[in-house]
Every structure is written in structure tokens, then in C-alpha cells.
């Protein structure tokens, strides 16, 4: 049978794409891997954060940064989201506000603010995250260091919240020592309508003092001093005061009231599994309040995970005997702690003979160890300690416990070849 030539090309054409289809049996052809960053602008630098001012858009760090050589004084306006990725921003330094002047609407998580050092004269409540916010959720954040106000009121994370509207305060850890002139709290302090706040607090902790010292006098206002917040009018989950509670009266006759959870508790607060170490929970509340904790709670209850109920140790926090005295910690503050690295069979610096293998163990929950052996700081991308490591050369080995991807404290190990 004779095919036509028009009917040869159909046929060979046909045959082509058979075989092609038939070279591609049994693999999967899928479009490239989009980054979870796509659409998101990268933070490095002191620079790069005065690009969020009047930003409703969405940023994340890509390593800490050091404002040690910066004095911070930006009024940053915030309405976007800021992800820190496990990174921290380090030695902020101010005379006026923290982080940011105002967050609205905003979305801060997985950053913390470490070793802040704020002296503010300025007239206006001062947060280390942010003087006043409104709307905003803080997730997996802390802030260390020490944060004082000559005027107004004082908290680690926000100053006051702002228009009666609500923030949100999720795994969120103050150890800075905070110190107001009126109001002062670990969290957040007063509401700037003189209402009472209606921010939300889950899993919780204050690990700073917080202290009032009354240097000046109003008439209409109540202060308070407290561990978590300045007043409660919603629900207060798992939170915990672990830092000392300063009450001092000024010389003009002002009475702070403190207490270790929240200064004023109205008819809307409701706590659930709270506790302090101090004597009172909360200052003043309303006779039908809901709210009630723990108080005089023993500090040795502050070590035991059961204590903590609803945290996710082993991902979102760790808790261990050599860190923080064995209370709680966020998984991205353990770079912080020495007590987080890995422990090596054999001690740096030692000569040994070829062929020895070194054995790397960490007793931190969720902990697996990652290593380099080319003198780079190990990444979640790094080779995983399953086996000993053998050396057969002069060899530095670095290696750090990551916790949910969080990478703790990195360990230098030098070995020399007898």
C-alpha cells in the first residue's frame, strides 16, 4: 500500500511526539519551587529597615542585624508584616522610641530585639518594639535589655496600645528591666483612651523587673506596675510573671499598684493557667471578674514543662536545666545561651590519633545537630550529625543544636592529627 507524502508527514510527525512522550515515561515534569520569601523584601542592614516607614508591605530578615554603632531615633510608621526568620535585631540604642514609633494593623513574628538599651525623656509611652500599636499580632517575638521613660508609661513590647483597638500577643518573652515614670509592664502598658485594653495574651512570659518610680504627677490617671500587662479586658492564656515587681511612691504622693500579671482586671478578663511569683496577680479588679492566677507560685513550678501548658517545647520553645535557670525560652533566643551548644566526645583542641571518630550529643528536645568541616557557619542546609565524624586530618568542625529550624549557640572545634 502506497501512503501519500502528505499523509508520511502526518504519520512521522505523529511518531515523533510518541517517542518523545515515551523518553518522559514515569518522570514528573513540575514548575520551579517558589521560595516562601517570593513577594517579600529582604532586611540586612540598618539601612534596609528605614524602607519599611509607611510600608504596608511585607519584609524579612536574613541575618541579624547590629545597631551597635547606630543611635536610633527613627520615627518608623508600620503597617505591613515584618518576619524575622530566627534572626534578631541586636544593641538598639535610643534616647527617644524603640523598633518603631507606631505599628497599625501590622504582623511582627519569629524576631527578637536583643540587648536594647532605651533612655527616653521624650514625652511619650515607650515600647521596645513600638511606642503605640493597634491591631497588631506579635508572634514568637522577645526583647532583652534594659528600657526606661523619664514621662509617661513603659513596657518591653508596646507602650500603649493605640486607638482601642486590640493587639494580639502570642509566645511572647520580656527580659528586659523596665522602668516608667507612670505606668510599666512586661508586654503592654496603658491604653491611650484612658479605657481599659482589650489585647489578647497567650503563652507569655516576663522574666524582666518592672519598676515605677513616680516622676510625675496627673491627677485622672491610675498607675500600675505590672509583669504581663497594664489592664486586661479580654482573655490572659498560659502567661507567667517570673520578674520582680517594683513599687516605689513618689514624692508627690502617687501610689503605684502593683502586681505580677496586670494592674486592673474588668468584667471582660478572663485568665486561664496564669501565674506569678509575687504576691499579687492583680492590683485591682472589677467584683465580677473573671480573672484569677496563681500567685506565690514556687519558682522551681517555673522548670517543670507540665507548668506550661498549650507551649510547644521542642519547636516553638525549649526548655532545659542549663538554660535560663531551666525555665522556658523561645527556640529562637537559644543562640543566646552557651548552654544550648553540643557536647563533644572529646575536648577541642586535643591531638588525635587518625582515624578517631568525634561524637556530638545534645539533651535539648526537638535538638538535631548540623556541622561544617569548611569553616562556615552551619545552615539548615548543612550535613546532620548521625555518626561520628572521623578524623583522618588537622580539622575545625563547626556545630550548632537547631531547633525547628532555630539555630542555638555555634561550638568552634579544632583537632590536630598526632
Not at 500579671?261 to 496564669?274: D, H, K, Q, R, V
Not at 473573671?290 to 501548658?309: E, I, P, R, Y
Request: charged share 20%; glycine share 10%; proline share 1%.
Amino acid at each position: 500500500m502506497k501512503i501519500r507524502k502528505g499523509m508520511a508527514k502526518i504519520l512521522s510527525t505523529f511518531m515523533a511526539a510518541a517517542i518523545a512522550v515515551s523518553a518522559f515515561a514515569g518522570t514528573t515534569l513540575t514548575a520551579s519551587a517558589k521560595s516562601k520569601w517570593d513577594g517579600w523584601l529582604k532586611i540586612s542592614s540598618a539601612g534596609d529597615l528605614l524602607r519599611m516607614n509607611n510600608s504596608e508591605g511585607k519584609f524579612y530578615l536574613t541575618k541579624d542585624i547590629d545597631l551597635k554603632d547606630d543611635l536610633w531615633q527613627e520615627e518608623l510608621v508600620f503597617n505591613g508584616t515584618l518576619d524575622g526568620n530566627g534572626y534578631c535585631i541586636k544593641n538598639l540604642t535610643s534616647t527617644k522610641y524603640g523598633l518603631f514609633y507606631s505599628l497599625g494593623n501590622a504582623t511582627i513574628q519569629n524576631i527578637g530585639l536583643y540587648n536594647v538599651k532605651i533612655k527616653s525623656g521624650y514625652s511619650f509611652t515607650i515600647g521596645g518594639f513600638a511606642s503605640r500599636a493597634y491591631g497588631t499580632t506579635f508572634t514568637n517575638c522577645y526583647v532583652t535589655g534594659e528600657i526606661e521613660s523619664d514621662t509617661y508609661s513603659v513596657a518591653g513590647f508596646t507602650g500603649e496600645l493605640y486607638r482601642s483597638t486590640p493587639n494580639k500577643y502570642v509566645n511572647c518573652v520580656n527580659m528586659a528591666n523596665v522602668t516608667g515614670s507612670w505606668s510599666a509592664a512586661g508586654i503592654e502598658c496603658a491604653d491611650s483612651s484612658g479605657s481599659y485594653s482589650g489585647s489578647t495574651y497567650e503563652n507569655c512570659i516576663n522574666f524582666g523587673k518592672i519598676e515605677g518610680r513616680g516622676c510625675v504627677t496627673s491627677s485622672h490617671y491610675t498607675y500600675y506596675v505590672a509583669g504581663i500587662c497594664h489592664s486586661l479586658d479580654a482573655k490572659m492564656t498560659s502567661c507567667f510573671n517570673a520578674g520582680k515587681i517594683v513599687n516605689k511612691e513618689a514624692d508627690e504622693g502617687i501610689i503605684y499598684n502593683p502586681a505580677g500579671l496586670t494592674g486592673y482586671a474588668s468584667s471582660n478578663a478572663f485568665m486561664t493557667n496564669c501565674g506569678t511569683t509575687t504576691k499579687v496577680d492583680i492590683s485591682n479588679a472589677a467584683s465580677n471578674c473573671m480573672a484569677q492566677g496563681t500567685t506565690s507560685m514556687a519558682a522551681s513550678k517555673l522548670t517543670k514543662s507540665s507548668t506550661f501548658k498549650g507551649y510547644k517545647f521542642g519547636t516553638t520553645w525549649t526548655i532545659d536545666k542549663d538554660i535560663n535557670k531551666g525555665r522556658p525560652v523561645l527556640s529562637t533566643m537559644l543562640k543566646h545561651y552557651s548552654g544550648s551548644k553540643p557536647t563533644a566526645s572529646v575536648k577541642t583542641g586535643t591531638a588525635v590519633a587518625k582515624g578517631t571518630k568525634i561524637e556530638l550529643s545534645t539533651d535539648i528536645k526537638g535538638g538535631v545537630i548540623r556541622y561544617t568541616t569548611n569553616g562556615k557557619t552551619p545552615g539548615t542546609g548543612s550535613k546532620k550529625f548521625t555518626d561520628g565524624i572521623t578524623i583522618i586530618k588537622n580539622t575545625t568542625i563547626k556545630a550548632a543544636v537547631f531547633v525547628n529550624g532555630y539555630r542555638a549557640y555555634v561550638v568552634t572545634l579544632k583537632y590536630t592529627v598526632k
